[in-house]
């Protein structure tokens, strides 16, 4: 089945603790992204990666890292620096934006990794 | 800039009745807008898009989304709802802006079945 995992779903750290939380997706998706959710607000998005080794911030990506070694993975690191890690991260991916349809327009989800520091 | 604005943050509404999700947003170019279910603790799950085409598109659990471009809106119904439709509802838009393409999405609404 194709799709998309993150692990694990549920992670608890102390405060002043780095942490990495997995996404790989088996769709051969150019382009990934990480999202965070916080109850009333929405998603919003942290980093974005549109191809292998090239990644931008989105959003809200102080304290936050990522890497895109393989097209498959796209690991985000909260790091100490992030000042209320505690949340709902999601990854997506979506397929490569093709100017002349309309590929890559929408996003596909994995199932969130829930973060609580204390 | 683009947002979305999702007025209802919950909505009640007994089995059987029909429901009306809002979402407005605000682009000055062509969008593709998206309304996406998230049940709890779970991911998103694509409901149903607009892209191009006929403004009415529907998904295949009998809800339906109609694009309104002069009002900017895209408010998704649903004649008859089920309590299996309790979730968290979000509308989202997609462009591209600087080769960036990422969506916004709104902040959401609680749909609440009740028997």
């Known amino acids: 089945d194709g799709g998309i995992t993150q692990s694990p779903k549920y992670l608890f750290r102390k405060e002043g603790q780095n942490v990495t939380l997995s996404c790989e997706q088996n769709?051969?998706?150019?382009?990934m992204y990480w999202y965070r959710q916080d109850p009333g607000q929405g998603l919003r998005l942290i980093y974005y990666?549109?191809?292998?080794?090239?990644?931008q911030k989105g959003d809200i990506a102080e304290g936050y890292s990522v890497s895109r070694e393989k097209k498959e993975s796209f690991p985000l690191t909260v790091t100490s620096a992030q000042k209320n890690p505690t949340a709902f991260y999601l990854c997506a991916s979506s397929p490569k934006d093709r100017g002349y349809s309309r590929e890559g327009r929408e996003q596909y989800f994995g199932p969130g990794t829930r973060l609580t520091v204390t | 800039a683009q947002s979305v604005t999702q007025l209802d943050s919950q909505v009640p509404v007994f089995e059987e009745a029909p429901v009306e999700l809002r979402c407005n947003y605000s682009s000055s170019v062509s969008v593709y807008l998206f309304w996406y279910v998230q049940y709890p603790n779970q991911g998103l799950q694509l409901l149903l898009k607009y892209l191009s085409g006929s403004t009415l598109v529907e998904s295949i659990n009998g809800f339906e989304a109609e694009f309104n471009k002069s009002q900017t809106s895209f408010h998704l119904r649903k004649p008859s709802v089920h309590i299996s439709d309790t979730a968290e509802y979000f509308c989202?838009?997609?462009?591209?802006?600087?080769?960036?393409?990422?969506?916004?999405f709104g902040s959401g609404t609680r749909l609440q079945v009740q028997p």
């Open positions: 989202a838009v997609s462009l591209s802006i600087m080769g960036r393409r990422a969506l916004t």
């Open positions: 769709l051969n998706h150019d382009a």
């Open positions: 990666s549109q191809i292998v080794n090239d990644f």
